[in-house]
């Protein structure tokens, strides 16, 4: 069955998608947005209880400046929403070496880019790192700092609020629509098929189906894939160690070991930690997604090192999430060098959330054909004699 036409059709319904058809909104064009099921999708990357927002990137002056601003936008949206969706309970950075040491440049760089930017982080030895975060062991992390201007977003519920919004401002939200293929004519993409049967036309296409974008736009196969990644909440035997200003927003030793988390939930009383590294290549579609008893060995072997106290508490939700990896690290907004009317707008890598203030005008400029500085490194490229992950807090090898 054929749907109304649209100047812009929007593929996924996550922080990338919902950003663009909000903005392309604003700019007066008629919009309309396809995701499967419900929105929140639960099996999106965006549908979570919190994802962290840092400017600290190590030396990448580009993050730092987009995650700054973006930080901005959140408190924006907590004054329009009237609701506290970002919670800025700060980011405590712990170093197992001083910050001096080679292996600790991530947090080094990042702690030189604050202060450059006139930030006031505050710097962190053995003793002060127990004196105010006594949930943390003692013995294992000698340095770090914390810096106050950050914290975490409830990214499920953001979803939620921008597809409300989205349609509040007249972007025609259609649920329980999976695109299947996308319809090419005289190499121009003029719409989509669904499995549902519709068929779905537009002046112009922007592909946000976040890891599932390679499975509609086949050529990015070559320069991103799905990775899957461990999530575990815990229910702490001792919650006052671990609730804000306790423990705020974390990284221990990220860029080394991959860990991250999260103070306690203000709602779900649950504490949510996570692991930024490597991952497993997964179909996002007909691979399972589960967590294995060597993710959760591994963890237990954290939480004994970095929190004793909640080393043996109950686990009592796990999910194995997925990033769209792109093959350095860095987002994927561009149109497409061959088709007309195809855009995409991707390529989170597992830090993309934080950005979504600043992301509906990158992927709008980009299919309005508009240039900024900032999409540069975003834009179509090669893999070839790449560097790998660039993205500085990410651990790139196994753990
Ligand atoms: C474990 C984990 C932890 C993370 N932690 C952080 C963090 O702390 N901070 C941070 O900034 N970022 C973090 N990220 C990254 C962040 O979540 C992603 O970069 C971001 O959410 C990606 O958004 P997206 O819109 O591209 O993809 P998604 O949120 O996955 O949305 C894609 C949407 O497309 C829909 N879709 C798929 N196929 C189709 C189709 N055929 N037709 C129509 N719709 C389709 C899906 O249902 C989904 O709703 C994390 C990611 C993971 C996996």
Same mark, same amino acid.
């Given at each position: ?5 649209h100047?812009?059709l ?9 950003s ?15 995701n499967?099921? !419900?929105?929140?999708?639960p ?39 009237g ?6 309970t ?32 505050? !710097? ?6 127990q004196?105010?975060?006594?949930g943390?062991?003692?013995g ?9 201007k ?64 390679p ?16 999530v ?9 160690l ?8 974390f990284?221990a ?13 203000p ?12 991952g ?8 399972e997604?589960?967590?294995s ?6 963890l237990? !072997? ?17 999910r194995?999430?997925?990033?769209c ?12 060098p061959?088709l ?9 890598s597992?830090?993309g ?10 992927i709008?400029?980009?299919a309005?054909?508009?240039d900024e ?5 975003f834009?179509? !490229? ?8 660039e ?9």
């Amino acid at each position: 069955m054929a749907k109304p036409h649209h100047d812009f059709l929007i593929i996924g319904a996550g922080i990338f998608g919902l950003s663009a058809a909000i903005e392309l909104r604003k700019r007066k064009y008629s919009v309309s947005l396809l995701n499967p099921g !419900r929105i929140p999708h639960p099996l999106a990357a965006s549908t979570d209880i919190s994802k962290v927002v840092r400017m600290e990137y190590g030396s990448d002056r580009q993050y730092f400046d987009m995650a700054e601003e973006s930080i901005a936008g959140w408190h924006e949206w907590n004054a329009l929403f009237g609701e506290k969706l970002y919670h800025e309970t700060g980011f405590l950075l712990l170093c197992r070496e001083p910050m001096e040491q080679g292996r600790q440049s991530f947090e080094r760089e990042s702690f030189r880019l604050l202060q450059e930017k006139n930030y006031r982080p505050q !710097r962190l030895d053995a003793a002060l790192i127990q004196k105010h975060f006594p949930g943390v062991g003692e013995g294992q992390y000698v340095d770090g700092f914390y810096n106050p201007k950050a914290g975490f977003v409830e990214s499920g519920r953001v979803v939620e609020r921008l597809a409300a919004y989205a349609r509040q401002l007249g972007v025609d939200v259609f649920e329980e629509k999976t695109a299947a293929r996308l319809v090419e004519s005289a190499g121009r993409i003029t719409g989509v098929e669904t499995r549902e049967g519709d068929t779905f036309s537009a002046g112009q296409l922007v592909v946000c189906a976040g890891a599932y974008s390679p499975l509609l736009v086949p050529e990015l196969q070559a320069v991103m894939r799905a990775t899957g990644h461990p999530v575990f909440h815990l229910k702490p035997g001792k919650p006052e160690l671990f609730v804000a200003p306790q423990l705020p927003v974390f990284a221990a030793d990220i860029s080394n070991s991959g860990w991250y988390g999260f103070p306690l939930h203000p709602k779900d009383k649950v504490l949510k930690i996570g692991n930024h590294g490597p991952g497993i290549s997964l179909h996002p579609e007909l691979d399972e997604r589960i967590i294995s008893e060597t993710d959760i060995a591994r963890l237990r !072997r954290f939480l004994r090192e970095t929190f004793p106290s909640l080393a043996d508490d109950p686990i009592v939700y796990t999910r194995r999430c997925l990033y769209c990896d792109t093959f350095d690290g860095h987002f994927w907004i561009d149109r497409h060098p061959r088709l007309g009317g195809l855009t995409i707008g991707t390529g989170g890598s597992g830090h993309g959330l934080k950005m979504a203030p600043v992301l509906g005008r990158l992927i709008a400029n980009a299919a309005e054909g508009k240039d900024e500085p900032w999409l540069t490194r975003f834009r179509w !490229r090669e893999a070839a004699g790449n560097a790998g992950i660039e993205e500085q807090a990410r651990m790139v090898t196994e753990y």
